[in-house]
């Protein structure tokens, strides 16, 4: 399984950005999508993930902020970032579990966002 993420890049507190994820398979077969993201010094943590049966979850700072979804069809994950601040400035790392009874996980490269204020 590989992960492309694509999508970071700079922007202001308040913006907005999308980051997207190619996964290569048949995605509709994937339990589990999602992304996370590290900042400098501390644990990475998830951001958001959604379920083959489209239950999302999200980290506590999402507060609303962000969107996930998925595009079988596309074999692709995105992102929907809103109302950015510093605080979001991180590397995003978009992430599959493709079974739900294995805790076999797969990891993108990582994409950097950061915010200024």
């Known amino acids: 399984v590989q992960l492309q993420a694509s999508g970071g890049g700079l922007v202001q507190a308040g913006g907005s950005l999308s980051l997207s994820c190619a996964v290569s398979?048949?995605?509709?077969?994937?339990?589990?999508m999602g992304w996370y993201r590290q900042a400098p010094g501390k644990q990475r943590e998830l951001v958001a993930s959604?379920?083959?049966?489209?239950?999302?979850d999200y980290g506590d700072f999402v507060e609303g902020r962000f969107t996930i979804s998925r595009d079988n069809a596309k074999s692709t994950v995105v992102l929907q970032m809103n109302s950015l601040n510093p605080e979001d400035t991180a590397v995003y790392y978009c992430?599959?579990?493709?079974?739900?009874?294995?805790?076999?996980?797969?990891w993108g490269q990582g994409t950097q966002v950061t915010v200024s204020s």
């Open positions: 959604v379920t083959s049966g489209g239950t999302t």
């Open positions: 992430s599959t579990r493709p079974r739900w009874n294995s805790p076999v996980r797969y």
């Open positions: 398979g048949n995605t509709f077969q994937y339990y589990l």
